[in-house]
T-cell receptor
Framework: GQNIDQPTEMTATEGAIVQINCTYQ??????LFWYQQHAGEAPTFLSY????GLEEKGRFSSFLSRSKGYSYLLLKELQMKDSASYLC??????????FGKGTSLLVTP | IAGITQAPTSQILAAGRRMTLRCTQD?????MYWYRQDLGLGLRLIHY???????GKGEVPDGYSVSRANTDDFPLTLASAVPSQTSVYFC?????????????FGPGTRLTVL
């Protein structure tokens, strides 16, 4: 089985940087995904890590340490539209995903 | 626009009734998935299919069945709905041949069982 933990809620200020952590315990590992989900909408893909290190994509970066079972999503230059839930998901098979419960981020003016 | 469609958008259903949620993708992805999303529990995998003709059970399969007769369609059936199946249901697909097997999600079906 898999156990994936992330904070329930976070609040940050527009223009700031926020880091959302995810820890996992899995019997196997074949990649970690981050998704963004706005209220009432479908999740959309943000990033994928399978090797240790940092993946940067514009204002968003994702980091993975497989030995520590740890990942974070870093959001820079926060905008109001970044208010959403951020979902950490791990796959041990390469296809089926196990999701954490999600972190609800509120960006304030 | 290529993507995944789900129907219906929302449904209110009496307990004990049979219901099929429809999912169609036009991206020719070989894998498809069904998740349910409940407040405080996150997304949980119900069933999946890696290719047409094959299906597998996810974390919460009881009370649900699926079929995959072709690449594009992956219906989810509740044989006899119960109130605990009230949830938002998301269908997703992925191309297992890609370097990054990201899943693309449909818009969801909001189901209420009374």
């Amino acid at each position: 089985g898999q156990n994936i933990d992330q904070p329930t809620e976070m609040t940050a200020t527009e223009g700031a940087i926020v880091q959302i952590n995810c820890t996992y315990q899995t019997s196997g590992f074949n990649g970690l995904f981050w998704y963004q989900q706005h209220a009432g909408e479908a999740p959309t893909f943000l990033s994928y890590n399978v090797l240790d290190g940092l993946e940067e994509k514009g204002r968003f970066s994702s980091f993975l340490s497989r030995s520590k079972g740890y990942s974070y999503l870093l959001l820079k230059e926060l905008q109001m539209k970044d208010s959403a839930s951020y979902l950490c998901a791990v796959t041990d098979s390469g296809y089926a995903l196990n999701f954490g419960k999600g972190t609800s981020l509120l960006v304030t003016p | 626009i290529a993507g995944i469609t789900q129907a219906p958008t929302s449904q209110i259903l009496a307990a004990g009734r049979r219901m099929t949620l429809r999912c169609t993708q036009d991206m020719r992805h070989n894998a498809m998935y069904w998740y349910r999303q409940d407040l405080g529990l996150g997304l949980r995998l119900i069933h999946y299919s890696n290719t047409a003709g094959t299906t597998g059970k996810g974390e919460v399969p009881d009370g649900y069945s699926v079929s995959r007769a072709n690449t594009d369609d992956f219906p989810l059936t509740l044989a006899s709905a119960v109130p605990s199946q009230t949830s938002v249901y998301f269908c997703a697909s992925s191309d297992l041949a890609g370097e990054v097997d990201e899943q693309f999600f449909g818009p969801g079906t909001r189901l209420t069982v009374l």
